[in-house]
Every structure is written in C-alpha cells, then in structure tokens.
C-alpha cells in the first residue's frame, strides 16, 4: 500500500511540473520585446529617477550626480 502511494505521489508532482515547465515555456514564448531606442519618438521621454534615503547626507551629492551621468544605450 506504502508504495502504491509513493507511486500515485510522485506521477501527481511529475504532472504538477511538466504543466508548470509547459505554462514557463508558453509565458516565455508570448513576451514581446521593447521597442528600440532608435524608432522611439524623438526627443525619448523623460523619466524620473527615485532614490529613497536615510541618513545619507554625506553620500547623497555623489549618487545624484552618478545618476545624471548615466546615459542611455
């Protein structure tokens, strides 16, 4: 009987992931990539930048200025 449920126990977790790696794959196949830089339209919009801190008041003028002179790719 032990082994009859062990059996019946392991057919139930191999379906369970085979339907997950199936539903993985069909997720996958369905994204859809993002536009490139090149045909979005011109000036690219703007975007804005939140940086949450505490207590970094010695650190915070060197982050900002990183973050501003980050460009895109």
């Given at each position: 009987m032990l082994w009859?449920?062990?059996?019946?126990?392991?057919?139930?977790?191999?379906?369970?992931?085979?339907?997950?790696?199936?539903?993985?794959?069909?997720?996958i196949l369905s994204l859809r990539r993002l536009p490139k830089l090149d045909s979005l339209p011109q000036p690219p919009p703007t975007v804005s930048v939140i940086i949450a801190v505490r207590d970094e008041a010695k650190r915070i003028e060197k982050t900002i200025r990183q973050v501003l002179a980050q460009q895109s790719r």
């Open positions: 009859l449920t062990l059996k019946i126990i392991f057919w139930i977790t191999g379906a369970f992931w085979l339907l997950a790696t199936i539903e993985l794959l069909r997720s």
